[in-house]
């Protein structure tokens, strides 16, 4: 059964401590952190300082994923901050080696990111440095996106790698995921399920949780 990683892009931001808090008691497994830049993606969420403003209030791992460029310039902020493990996009501007070093030497988990459009081929010798594969299935930068079916194949793609390679690398799916699509990931190979407005936008948030714990 997969892992549950709500994403605080959709959570209330006027009372995000008060989400965070109630969304951990719920059950989640860990926290997606959405940081993005306006120049890699076209929107602007939030940078270290309020991942470090929320850190005491939960021991849920924290999954910080950089929408950004030139990564290798902030992981130190995002790992004193209090990320557990700091995600960074193979397309993005800059040195992905660099940033998955710096995380490393930080003390954090590292990730590489790919884009529905980008080929998994371009993430594939990355594998075996990182401890995540996050799989986009939307295009990043707004939550409440469609679901890329076309996208998720690479999941399938991924868990090949992983298991004939015999490496420790999660698979992390994060786009448009609900209990329909999510049942897909799932069946792919996903380990782990960022949902966001699935989860944050239910009458029942606890519900919505175990409802993606149970695919």
């Known amino acids: 059964m997969p892992k549950v990683s709500p994403s605080l892009l959709s959570a209330d931001f006027a009372n995000l401590g008060r989400d965070v808090v109630e969304i951990t008691e719920m059950g989640a ?7 993005m830049d306006g120049s890699f993606v076209p929107n602007i969420t939030i940078g270290p300082g309020v991942i470090k403003s ?6 849920t791992p924290f999954i910080t994923h950089l929408m950004i460029d030139n990564p290798e310039r902030m992981v130190e902020g ?25 995380i490393r030497q930080s003390g954090k988990k590292a990730g590489i990111a790919v884009n529905p459009p980008t080929p998994l081929g371009k993430i594939e010798s990355y594998l075996p440095l990182v401890d995540i594969v996050l799989i986009m299935t939307v295009n990043p930068g707004w939550a ?28 992390e799916v994060d786009g448009g995921i609900n209990e329909e699509t999510g049942a897909v990931c799932a069946k792919l190979g996903a380990d782990i399920l960022a949902a966001g407005s699935s989860i944050f936008s239910a009458k029942d948030r606890r519900k919505a949780i175990e409802g993606l714990k149970g695919l």
Do not use: C, M, N, W
């Not at 497994?29 to 940081?35: P, R, S």
């Not at 929320?54 to 021991?59: G, K, Y």
């Not at 995002?78 to 960074?88: C, E």
């Not at 079916?149 to 298991?163: F, L, M, N, S, T």
């Open 144 to 171: 409440g996106q469609k679901f890329i079916p076309e996208a998720a194949r690479k999941i399938a793609g991924a868990r090949k790698i992983i298991d004939e390679e015999s490496l420790s690398t999660l698979i």
């Open 29 to 35: 497994d860990y926290l997606h952190i959405d940081v």
């Open 54 to 59: 929320i850190r005491h209030l939960t021991r």
């Open 78 to 102: 995002f790992a004193s901050a209090g990320s557990d493990f700091i995600t960074v996009h193979v397309e993005a501007k800059g040195d992905v080696g660099e940033s998955i070093k710096r």
